[in-house]
């Protein structure tokens, strides 16, 4: 930086002649005509040079100067004293939980270097959910959850009971580790900790509230989303990869507030640089407002005298790993080091005793800043604001780890560890208590520091966070409704993704159902034939249409709007899937359900944004997930990194998805109106993961008889009854496409080896496999009873023969039903990597066209007696395979 030429004042007189031209036009004409005429300058020197004369860094020093700062309401000694007892309940009970088993784990310096971010927001900003206003969104920061119990049981929400229990959730209603809905439901609304899932949620919930609030459907207005922070987890690309959606649509209802104390959980985030430097041009060129929040208000005096610009300078040099040395430390260090580096600065702090240097705060640790700086941020309008606010990790601990690199991970402090806390907080708790088992502090309900916590909270809306369900149900659509796809082709061909577009067009026909459909795209609409509702329900822009789209003219051109319906996301699977899991949680967030249909390549499903699939379902998100050309040999022509024959196996994972891949229009049909009964109507914490493909073939009518709907929904239902009475007779299974080429197996069978195969359609290996371990473990728990038996056992009672299953994914996915086949089960998937051919080819190659069933049914058959081997030799000859290729999934 020394060497910089453009950092080096050469002629200090005609500098000072310049800023005084600029104060003098700032104290007569205003900043705005200051920034006007910077920006000519601006102008012209970028005509001179190409260059910008701007760093996107501005000093390190607050954005706020302290004559702009509003001034914080309340009551300033309660407060301290409510938030010191959060602080010391929020450290015991991590203490408690690890004296009682050692190891249960919880983090208490992240907390401590939180706490006043916090509590100024809950005594003045966070608004609760009302029947008037569905209140503010808070992504809290996973780690330092104690402090949000800690508050709670100040609040008698919780007691002593339930802060023992944290972490201890199986056999008592424990604490959840982290912000946990699912454990939790009515106390978390959005769950963090996985690094990154929060910012990036947080972007898109902000978004959501603007799009239910521009097409009509919810107010919006005062709501705002904050998402809280660590500066480490600023490193994951999901934390900073969609800040240019907020700052392009103007979020002003979205606050982010970094907690930069500097460390993470190895060490520091930026030893070598500044953290906070880094974050300001990352927002600011992303379009936010950037509030830096670097130093306490005692710190002001200070930078008041510092004419030559030496302090600031000394703070722009020192690197974040010296400012971390600095707070583990004390103030002689501080003295010695910081101020010690220059004379001057030496001097300015003379009069100064250590102790007071020592107590020269950062900013995020003093309320007055905390508050102008959240003051400014929920009045800013027009850009998101990110506050960047520097503390210290472990404030207040002192020797157990204040500012040290193990502070992340301690769990412990000792006796004389708490005692020292206890006196830097004046928390009124004795020796002799904290010798004993160090206890929990709160006043009772009728002390006046209860009542003011509680007429704060009062006043905005009531206990936060809280989380409430009270959205409306919606109705389910008469099967009818879908009486086109259910009517089948009539011979035309057709892919199940068309049959998809149908049904949702469909659905977006029917009263008091068709607004709360979100359509959701990440620039694959034209892929999945959905192209058509760009027009019919326009493309959600925050500002319309600025333009004349090059389609004007046709008839089914690209139509923005302020009120458009389709979230068309551009290539963002992350965005796209928050912005599901935004609609998706609606029914909790705004009370209203909305019903999201995420269509997407199914490859760059879960398998790219499986964690934010995780956290979804830990929201209880509710909604649809369309994998579009599904299929490892489906979809043909695209190779290795787009044939998905795993998604399904993904997707088995999330306890609350229903998956399904089925074949034909009219299983969709019926799946998709299930899943509205159970999401919307029952409002079951389910959500729905279904795969179409790109291949086009005839699709029936919904077959007559008894069960059919059933069989669809429980994951098989028998497709093909042969006529045939011969000894040989074969049970063949398949989903999706594959399940084309089982019906010509079967065909073959008959036709050239003389077995009688029946088909079955498996709409879901996934959810039978549920069925049957529930099954098995009724049957474990309960001996003696009648055995119950699993839908696939029931459903193959009273037929003959081996059992063979096909499909486009892997063999884990039909071999997940192995268990409750109740016979021989040979299983062909499409285990290996993708590659580009046409179908039949790769049909071949992963051995699951109809020859390789075909050829699968002979050889069980064989293995049973019941067909002489040679004629399964015969077949492999017959269809030319050869016996001794490698297997499909290592080449
Ligand atoms: C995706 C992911 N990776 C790793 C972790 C483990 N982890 C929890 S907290 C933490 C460090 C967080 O540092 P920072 O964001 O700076 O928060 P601080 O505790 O310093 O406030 C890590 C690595 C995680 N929770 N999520
Ligand atoms: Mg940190």
Redesign the pocket.
Known sequence: MADDPTRQDIDSRETGEWIDALEAVIEHDGVERAQYLIERLAERFHRHSGQVPFRLTTEYINSIPPENEARRPGDYDMERKLKSMVRWNAAVMVVRANRLVAGLGG?I??YQ??ANLWEIGFNNFFHAPTEENRGDLVFF????SPGIYARAYLEHRLDEQDLDNFRREVETPGLSSYPHPWLMPEFWCLPT????LGPIMAIYQARFMKYLHNRGILDGSGRKVWAF??????D?PESLGALSLAGREKLDNLVFVV?C?L???DGP?RGNGKIIQELETQFRGAGWRVIKLITGRNWDPLLAKDDKGLLRKRLMEAVDGEFQTFKARDGAFVREHFFGKYPELEELVANMTDEEIWQLKRGGHDPFKVYAAYHAAVHHTGQPTVILAKTV?GYGMGDAGEGQNII?QQKKMDVEELKHFRDRFRVPVSDEEIEDQPPYHRPDKDSPEYKYLKSRRDALGGWFPRRVTAAEPLETPDLDTFQLVLDGSKGREMSSTMAFVRILSALLKEKGLKERIVPIVADEARTFGMEGLFRQLGIYSPVGQLYEPVDAEQLLYYKEATDGQILQEGITEAGAFSSWAAAGTAYANHGISMVPFFVFYSMFGFQRVG?LAWAAADMQARGFLIGGTSGRTTLNGEGLQHEDGQSHIQASVIPTCVAYDPTYGYELAVIIRDGMRRMYTEQENVFYYITVNNENYEHPALPEGQGVEEGILRGMYPLRKSAGRKKARVQLLGSGTILLEVLAAAELLEADHGVDADVWSVTSFTELRKDGLSVDRWNLLHPGEERRASWVERSLDGTRGPVVAATDFMRAFPDQIRSWVPRRYQVLGTDGFGRSDTRESLRRFFEVDRYHVALAALAALAEEGVVEEKRVRAAIEKYGIDPERPDPWTV
Request: glycine share 18%; no cysteine; hydrophobic share 20%.
């Open positions: 983090h310096g992240s270097s939180v920061q996973g780690h330092s900790v996985s690094m990154g922070l660590g500066d480490g987890e600023t994951e907690n104390n460390q993470r959980l985030v990790k992340h964690d």
